[in-house]
């Protein structure tokens, strides 16, 4: 059964998500992050079928998350590298980390914790203003239609009021 695509959706979390695809894209990526560059080492971190592997690398290299590098010429054998746009994914990652280790984690704590070089200290992922630097909280936050929103869409009325000025939804 083929899955709806949401790849052009006016949505970029909907783009995202269709990106991802499954649970497995992101835990390559994860791996990626820790630095597991090699076919094999991703395989056995993972537990994944070799097929999915391969399928899920060859889509993050065709979407310029990684990049595949030759190591070895026979067999051609590659490491699969972050881009700079699959190094940018890290926040993301970063943030599912936070929120996993906060209402997820059992009785011993959470399972994987990030250090913050610079400052040497254990933190975790915060969404902030990128304006004010302020943390951005679902109460003080609210989606409103971007320059790349379909002007077609822009202009029903259900749609008008779901971006209108005043908040609404669940717990508002």
Known sequence: MRRTSFANWPCS????????GDWWTPLVLREAFYGVTRFDAFQ???????????????????EGLL???P?????????????EKGRDFFGVLAAMNSWGNRWLSGDDGAPV?????PCGHESTAEVVC???????TSE??????GPGFPAGLAERAEVRRRFAQGRSGPGR
């Open 71 to 83: 190591y070895q010429s026979e067999p051609v054998r590659h490491d699969y590298v972050l881009t």
């Open 113 to 117: 914790v990030f250090r913050h070089e």
């Open 140 to 145: 003080d936050t609210r989606p409103r239609m």
């Open 130 to 136: 990128g304006h004010c630097k302020a943390p951005m």
């Open 44 to 62: 056995q971190q993972l537990g994944i079928a070799r097929n999915t592997l391969a399928d899920r690398l060859r889509r993050l290299v065709d």
């Open 67 to 69: 990049e595949k590098r």
């Open 13 to 20: 979390i909907a783009r995202t998500m269709d990106l991802l």
